[in-house]
């Protein structure tokens, strides 16, 4: 990889596709460089990183906005980030008590059907109907 990169060989870089660079860029988590008169808009390498970062916290639960707000704070922030990532954690936490909760309900709904085997009324649907 060579010190500047056009737009397709910083999406392929990165691993990701133009479209998201250009979406990255419009929401501001990656700079858009000035368009010469004749030619590509070059991207300085540690664009990759910036993308990638952004990719590895995706896929950690942040949003686009925290991860916005990461990059803002970067890495002199050790504590701030580390309070982040603990309120993150807190509701992942909590979305799996209730996606739990939610499986239940729907364990107890798929029982019912299996006990109740009658061809004329579903448990299931009503419940979801709000009949029972």
């Known amino acids: 990889m060579g010190q500047s990169l056009t737009i397709g060989y910083l999406a392929r870089a990165a691993n990701v596709n133009i479209e998201t660079v250009r979406y990255y860029q419009r929401i501001g988590l990656i700079m858009e460089p000035v368009k010469p008169s004749s030619g590509y808009r070059i991207y ?21 906005q ?5 990059l803002d704070l970067g890495s002199g922030h050790c504590h701030d980030v580390r309070l982040r990532a603990e309120q993150k954690r807190t509701h992942i936490d909590q979305q799996i008590k209730d996606l739990t909760s939610l499986r ?13 085997a009658d061809k004329i009324h579903c448990p299931i649907i009503e419940t979801l109907a709000g009949q029972q």
């Open 44 to 64: 300085p390498p540690e664009t990759v990183a910036r993308i990638k970062f952004v990719k590895s916290a995706q896929a950690l639960g942040f949003s686009l």
């Open 66 to 70: 925290e991860i916005a707000e990461l």
């Open 104 to 116: 239940s309900t729907l364990d107890n709904l798929i029982q019912s059907c299996q006990v109740d």
